[in-house]
């Protein structure tokens, strides 16, 4: 399995930015799909998830209203949108895929995601 995430950049605040995350070797309509982030100094934290089929998504708090995840199955993608940036969004994001039987799952924990991708750097300056 192969997790390409790639759209980070420096952006002022106010603005926005998408990030992708092609997936290669695995059926990934079957693959629950998340980012995370990751701050300097600060643990890795969760950000969003969507579910196989995409019918299902769930934001961390400080996210939601801003950020929104979405995948397309025919591309074996994952996107997320962020508009609003914020200088505390600032951090290395990761998209992570994990096997699911059941369609609409989703899960907000590190440990439940096998597979990561490499990180892309997002830096807001205020």
């Known amino acids: 399995v192969q997790l390409q995430a790639s759209g980070g950049g420096l952006m002022q605040a106010g603005g926005s930015l998408r990030l992708s995350c092609a997936a290669s070797?695995?059926?990934?309509?079957?693959?629950?799909m998340g980012w995370f982030r990751q701050a300097p100094g600060k643990e890795r934290e969760f950000v969003a998830t969507i579910s196989r089929t995409g019918d299902t998504t769930y934001y961390a708090d400080s996210v939601e209203g801003r950020f929104t995840i979405s995948r397309d199955n025919t591309k074996n993608t994952v996107y997320l949108q962020m508009n609003s940036l914020k200088p505390e969004d600032t951090a290395v994001y990761y998209c992570?895929?994990?096997?699911?039987?059941?369609?609409?799952?989703?899960?907000?924990?590190?440990?439940?995601?096998?597979?990561w991708g490499q990180g892309t750097l997002v830096t807001v300056s205020s």
């Open positions: 070797g695995l059926t990934f309509s079957s693959y629950i």
């Open positions: 992570a895929a994990d096997y699911k039987s059941q369609p609409s799952a989703v899960s907000t924990s590190l440990l439940a995601y096998d597979n």
